[in-house]
């Protein structure tokens, strides 16, 4: 199946600083990509749709200027946690699907704990 | 407004019997359905989908789901549960009509049920 690489797979910051996480597709072109956030009891949380060439689409309730989305080719999108604080810390995962009627394939998630 | 229901928090089977991991959903157009496994502090992993064609799919490690479309259900299930099954377990659904633009639309995803297999 198609493969989505996320990287990093764990990453500690200090409050304040931002971190960048990485969603690759690396055997096919995704001009969508989405990154959700995965919360404590669970679920998965849409927050963006990731569109190459053009601005990111996001899910109400998710700060724009917090959650800097960059898409800048066809297999890679970038989320920026800006000024980080406690409260981001989460499980972040991004997924890409090959074409329209594609399965969504998924990153292996990105582990952020902002102390 | 799509939505996808797994009733279930945790479901707990012995190994060696049968198990269903339980999902219904809403979407306007027609589903475009899947399931997805979790192992922890790892990413998701497709494990199946339906789009059009026989109800019962068959997908990796050996489970299947069965799409009930006068139910609105798209059960996971397995003969035969191994401990290396326990997991987290996600269902999904997709409308599949596509975006004026050309793109799709966002995947919705159930709450996740977590499967306890005990030896």
């Known amino acids: 199946g198609a493969v989505v690489s996320q990287h990093p797979s764990r990453v500690i910051c200090k409050s304040g600083t931002s971190v960048k996480i990485e969603c690759r597709s690396l055997?096919?072109?995704?001009?969508?990509m989405f990154w959700y956030r995965q919360f404590p009891k669970k679920s998965l949380m849409l927050m963006a749709t990731s569109n190459e060439g053009s601005k990111a689409t996001y899910e109400q309730g998710v700060e724009k200027d917090k959650f800097l989305i960059n898409h800048a080719s066809l297999t890679l999108s970038t989320l920026t946690v800006t000024s980080a604080h406690p409260e981001d810390s989460s499980f972040y995962i991004c997924s890409a699907s090959p074409t329209v009627h594609g399965g969504a394939f998924f990153g292996q998630g990105t582990r952020l704990t902002v102390v | 407004a799509q939505s996808v229901a797994q009733p279930e928090d945790q479901v707990n089977v012995a190994e060696g019997n049968p198990l269903t991991v339980k999902c219904t959903y809403s979407v306007s157009g027609n589903p475009y359905l899947f399931w997805y496994v979790q192992y922890p502090n790892r990413g998701l992993q497709f494990l199946l989908k339906?789009?059009?064609?026989?109800?019962l799919v068959k997908g990796s490690y050996g489970f299947e789901a069965e799409f009930n479309k006068s139910q609105t259900s798209f059960h996971l299930k397995k003969p035969s549960a191994l401990v290396s099954d326990s997991a987290l377990y996600f269902c999904?659904?997709?409308?599949?009509?596509?975006?004026?633009?050309?793109?799709?639309?966002?995947?919705?995803f159930g709450t996740g049920t977590k499967l306890q297999v005990i030896p």
């Open positions: 055997d096919f072109q995704a001009t969508t």
């Open positions: 999904a659904v997709r409308d599949l009509r596509p975006l004026n633009s050309g793109g799709y639309q966002k995947v919705t």
């Open positions: 339906y789009i059009t064609g026989d109800n």
